[in-house]
């Protein structure tokens, strides 16, 4: 098994077409980048985004296209590698989105097309060559939408031997198709993490990889996150789960080294479901988000908060917030429930918290996940995401 430290907390550690720009009301404002704090930055959702991907680009992508997380000693992952390259698509940052993307390959690509997950700078070594999935789809994700927003053929071709990568590595078989796993070392357990199934990519890879089973996976991927759901009238999907070939999904043994909890990764899981509601307009992910959200709506009315880590039966098990989960959950809240993504907008996302993510040089997963959930939830992404080709 990889080493992977899932339980060490990763803070101080996309209808398609269509814009859903926020209220008048709740225009955000912020503190740009070299701004004295008190002095304020009026402006659009872009320009929001615009200064916080300036901020990110200063602080934690060096010039060589590393893209390091001070508060885990300045190494860098693949997921973190993917962040910078699909953010620097979606800003229309080729330069970054170029730097970031050779430094990747140079470094961190294996012979059998993946990517190693783990990596210290310092001593110029790879310490984990296994890999995590969730970097591997978002580095393919952004190589086939890079291949059209730059205009870059080879991107697509890149893109199309990743995927074919993944299929081939890292995956289980389920029933009569399949299912990403965690990782190349996952298989033996069948060990998959929920929020490593992205709905919106698969449009994208069934392009690239016709006839391969994705256009059947994103139907699978649901069923198992709304199964997750039905265990009981708290449950949340766990970080990591064992899935059995009959699609059966299970809670790791009892004492596993990887988080049994809803937390850090599957925190992930609800941004990534109304992403493909407002982008592909899959009903059965509209439903779902909309799920999603009433059961995290329970929580928060139940407990006063949403906290960080969760049994999958809904205990609390802290009583720590975390900028994040607020900005991955605020899409489909915006969506949903936008009364609650108002007060949301008005504390923890608000501008001084948005600034003092932008100021602090420590908050690598808060810097990702506050730009990733405004950008969704203001509609943004909905005009920057190009059309699979041949595609309306």
Known sequence: MRSRDVH??????????VRRLVAAGLAMVCLAPGVAAGQDVRG????TLAALWQSYRDRYITAKGEVVDPSREGRVSSEAQSYALVRAV????????????AWTDAHLRRPDGLYSWWWDPAR??????????DGDIEIAYALAMASVVFERPAYATAARALVRAIRAGATLPVGDGWFPSAGNWAGPERIVNLSYFYPYATPWFAWLDPGAGWEQLNARGYALIARSLDAGPWALP???????ETGGLEPLPPGHALSALFSYDSMRIPWRVEMACRLLGEAQACRLSE????????LQERDGRLVTRYSAEG?????????????????GFQ????EIASTWRASHLGAGAIGGVMRDTHRYYDANWVWFGLAAADGVLDSRTPPVPGQP
């Not at 659009?44 to 320009?47: F, L, N, S």
């Not at 766990?238 to 059995?244: G, K």
């Not at 205990?315 to 899409?331: D, H, M, Q």
Request: overall charge positive.
């Open 315 to 331: 205990v609390a098990r802290n009583a720590e917030e975390s900028t994040s989960f607020y900005a991955a959950f605020l899409p």
């Open 124 to 133: 110029n070594v790879a310490l984990d060559r296994n890999t995590a999935t």
């Open 90 to 101: 979606w800003m229309r940052d080729h330069a970054t989105f170029g730097r970031v993307l």
């Open 44 to 47: 659009t959702p872009e320009d």
């Open 8 to 17: 060490a907390p990763r803070f101080p550690s996309r209808l398609h077409g």
């Open 291 to 298: 799920r999603l959200v009433s059961r995290l709506r329970a």
């Open 335 to 338: 969506r949903v429930a936008p």
């Open 238 to 244: 766990a970080d990591f789960h064992v899935l059995r």
